[in-house]
């Protein structure tokens, strides 16, 4: 694609919810704010509460609460009940996908209290974590060890289980692939009430590789054993802007963090952190970091930026900085980098509240930040949940490294979003066929940034209002994302589940592999329990009847006719 203009679009008339979603911000101060910090300090304090028990004592109580779920899914009658999943309320997930599944009569089983930290393991170097942990939790007790994740989020709010289930990315993924990838073990409850421990060469090994991306439709995540790794105290972060065109910036950016000559598993060569904003059509910054010690920080000469403190500039404003001072360098303290886009929810808080990035508000209210997203999805009703969607982009897609430039091109085009993320992730080869996988015969083409073992693709993360909505034009976002959708089937990639999504079940099965999945469905009893991810992905009501009459269909045959 190399004609970059975009198509001319008539003026949109404006109603009553232009003017609610406009003036939100007044309700959002008095009321969102207020209630977000009370709700993140009662989470702190159970936190806090949850550390100060020993990890005997946590392991009781999590055996206890693995045994209630057991029993709860056991006094499910089939032919009376609904198809079964979590108690917990549609808004509380952070993702933008209306949880629709749950407007269907189901079986709800209580899993709130699965919020534990059970084990940090310094030998094995494993955190065991129950499925409700956060990313500000986890961070808050291992950073001070000099531990990390492997993968962190940079959100506060994502959980364990969403990550797993669902999708997770950092800057560190170019070399540990996504979230779910640094999992060693899952503690699973079937559908028969049969607590499993699945790991990659056990018995359960093809429930092991089949549970990333199901979104809880195997069965009930309920403890996992993660990935750590060492880690220092400060993160020595260098902001280089790069000035071009789009496919400019894209190779700008895999030079940032892949050497042409394929030495990728070199750590000389490889930064520990990459991440890149696309500012513009022409302008981005790109971001790479190593760990440094507390002594090298605070060498003379050195800048130590807190960018967590709530007065400080919102971190992509920041980056940007880079475009006119040109390449600087400095330390960030490893736990603020982890969550530095925690505050200004990325980029959405400029929507959220418009003056929300000024100094006055940062000094005098920037403490209450972040609004609770939750909070924001359980007070904006019906009309104004509809007008994001139209009007509103939330939507990551992963794509092959080498196709970057592709993809910021038809982004440009179809939907006119600035800032856009960039963070690249490896897709590895795997003994079983996922729903994600890498392209076939990709190591044959020793592409930048790939290896014999994965393949390297990018998030191209597209999160803001379009560009013809900010003009008042014209603008279909339902059509918009089919465009999407359609670019990332051809194109190899895929389109996380947390997003909102016009596939239809045909699609659904063209863009992700359904062989494994459907296969442990059936083997563990998921079918007619659990629904399928389709249907708890897809966009809209759900009535009990076409539930019940796509599982049948489930039943009947392996997957949708794929091409």
Excluded at 341 to 349: A, D, F, K, S, V
Excluded at 492 to 520: C, G, I, T
Aim: with cysteine; net charge neutral; proline share 5%.
């Amino acid at each position: 694609m190399s004609d970059l203009q975009a198509p001319l679009r008539p003026k949109r008339k404006k109603g009553l919810v232009d003017f609610l979603v406009q003036f939100r911000w007044i309700f959002v101060i008095f009321f969102v704010l207020p209630f977000s910090t009370l709700y993140y300090f009662l989470i702190y304090l159970g936190d806090v509460r949850s550390e100060m028990k020993s990890y005997k004592q946590r392991q009781k109580e999590h055996d206890e609460n693995v045994l209630k779920v057991v029993k709860r899914l056991k006094q499910r009658n089939p032919k009376k009940d609904g198809l079964v999943c979590t108690a917990r309320k549609p808004w509380i997930a952070v993702g933008m996908r209306n949880v629709d599944y749950k407007r269907a009569r189901h079986y709800e089983v209580d899993l709130s209290a699965f919020r534990n930290i059970l084990e940090i393991d310094k030998q094995r170097m494993i955190a065991r974590v129950e499925p409700l942990v956060n990313m500000g939790q986890i961070t808050r007790v291992t950073v001070p060890m000099n531990l990390s994740l492997a993968v962190v989020a940079e959100l506060d709010d994502l959980t364990v289980g969403g990550l797993i289930n669902g999708y997770g990315i950092e800057g560190s993924s170019h070399i540990y692939g996504l979230f779910s990838d640094t999992v060693v073990a899952y503690e699973i409850v079937l559908a028969d009430g049969r607590v499993v421990r699945a790991t990659k060469d056990n018995e359960y090994s093809d429930l092991f590789y089949a549970i990333p991306w199901s979104q809880g439709t195997l069965g009930f995540l309920v403890a996992a054993e993660i990935k750590l790794i060492p880690v220092k105290e400060y993160m020595r972060l260098t902001y280089t802007p790069v000035v071009g065109n789009l496919q400019d910036l894209a190779q700008g950016y895999m030079d940032s963090f892949a050497p042409r000559d394929g030495d990728q598993d070199n750590p000389e060569k490889v930064p520990d952190f990459v991440e890149g904003m696309v500012y513009s059509p022409t302008e981005g910054v790109f971001m790479t970091g190593r760990y440094a010690s507390k002594e090298e920080a605070k060498k003379k000469g050195n800048k130590i930026n807190n960018v967590g403190w709530w007065f400080k500039p919102w971190f992509y404003q920041h980056a940007q900085t880079a475009l006119k001072k040109g390449e600087f360098v400095e330390y960030i303290p490893t736990r603020e980098y982890y969550h530095r886009h925690t505050r200004c929810l990325y980029w959405e808080g400029k929507l959220i509240l418009p003056f929300g990035d000024q100094w006055w508000f940062r000094f005098l209210l920037g403490w209450l930040m972040p609004p609770k997203v939750s909070l924001l999805k359980a007070t904006q009703g019906e009309s104004i949940r509809n007008y994001y969607h139209e009007m509103h982009v939330i939507q990551d897609m992963l794509v092959p490294l080498y196709k970057v430039g592709d993809a910021l091109e038809w982004v440009h085009h179809e939907m006119e979003i600035y800032p856009i993320w960039l963070c690249p992730h490896r897709l590895f080869k795997l003994p079983l066929k996922t729903m994600v996988y890498p392209e076939p015969g990709f190591e044959q083409h020793h592409r930048q940034g790939d290896t014999p073992y994965a393949q390297m693709f990018t998030d191209v993360g597209v999160y803001y209002a379009p560009g013809p909505v900010l003009r008042g034009e014209v603008f279909d976002g339902a059509e918009a994302v089919r465009k999407m959708e359609q670019w990332l089937i051809k194109n190899h990639s895929f389109q996380p589940q947390y997003a909102v999504s016009e596939l239809n079940e045909k699609d659904f099965w063209r863009m992700f592999d359904a062989d494994l999945y459907e296969h442990v469905r059936k083997k563990y009893g998921a079918v007619g329990t659990f629904m399928s991810v389709y249907y708890k992905s897809k966009k809209g009501r759900k009535t009990e009847k076409e539930v019940q009459e796509a599982e049948q269909a489930h039943l009947e045959t392996a997957y949708a006719e794929a091409d």
